[in-house]
């Protein structure tokens, strides 16, 4: 799944927002051009409440497609990522890895 424009422009701004551990593409719609309609992001984060950084994203960023995100404390992340069965690990394993602070 190759990142579309939008989704590395709006990784782009997270970062500069919030500076997030990792951003992950999990999903991407397409239309019958090619070109995107709506995706997804899974957010990897240090910050305790991660609602209000979810809040925050959605308020403070502009986007001209539609997107989703999907937010873990680093805590979560690295506890889900351990079950096989995860939603995280499913994202680790089938997601691209858009941003992270570690290799």
């Known amino acids: 799944m190759a990142p579309s ?7 782009q701004e997270i970062v500069r927002l919030c500076s997030p551990e990792e951003i992950w593409l999990y999903s991407r719609k ?6 995107t309609t709506s995706f997804k992001l899974c957010i990897v984060t240090g910050e305790p409440d991660k609602g209000a950084l979810e809040e925050r994203i959605y308020l403070s960023l502009d986007c001209p497609v539609p997107y989703d995100l999907t937010v873990y404390t680093l805590a979560e992340w690295e506890m889900a990522c351990q079950n096989p069965h995860s939603f995280a690990q499913t994202i680790r394993t089938k997601g691209q890895k858009l941003y992270g602070k570690t290799a």
């Not at 424009?5 to 990784?11: D, F, K, N, R, Y």
């Not at 397409?30 to 070109?35: A, H, K, P, V």
């Open 5 to 11: 424009e939008p989704a590395v422009s709006l990784t």
């Open 30 to 35: 397409l239309d019958l051009n090619g070109s």
